[in-house]
């Protein structure tokens, strides 16, 4: 099993960045794939972006693509996802993923999950 720690999120406005880290600990980081998700007050859990073991490929939403930039460091054990051009839809609770030997692209393969970290981007 792994263990995922979320940190980073908070009250931002229209435009602006934040960066999410995730540490993982527990089994081998590179063998997961890793992946951040969102919940929306009223709406389902929805896949944001996800990478490669390796971090050599990854997956865009189409609501984030150009905006927010997903990356690993497996030396670290943690998985960040930098946020800019924030708005308020981008609003949501955010979730690190994991996702054992798992394909990146697979969504419905992250079966591990951390506690999640509010952002909240006022206008």
């Known amino acids: 099993q792994v263990q995922l720690v979320e940190s980073g999120g908070g009250l931002v406005q229209v435009g602006g960045s934040l960066r999410l880290s995730c540490a993982a600990s527990?089994?081998?980081?590179?063998?997961?794939?890793m992946g951040w998700f969102r919940q929306a007050p009223g709406k389902e859990r929805e896949a944001v972006t996800t990478?490669?073991?390796?971090?050599?490929?990854?997956y865009y939403a189409d609501s984030v693509k150009g905006r927010f930039t997903i990356s690993r460091d497996n030396a670290k054990n943690t998985v960040y996802l930098q946020m800019n051009s924030l708005k308020p839809e981008d609003t949501a609770v955010y979730y690190c993923?994991?996702?054992?030997?798992?394909?990146?692209?697979?969504?419905?393969?992250?079966?591990?999950w951390g506690q999640g970290t509010q952002v909240t981007v006022s206008s």
């Open positions: 990478i490669s073991w390796v971090g050599g490929s990854t």
């Open positions: 993923a994991a996702s054992w030997h798992g394909a990146y692209y697979d969504l419905k393969g992250f079966g591990s």
């Open positions: 527990g089994r081998t980081f590179s063998n997961y794939a």
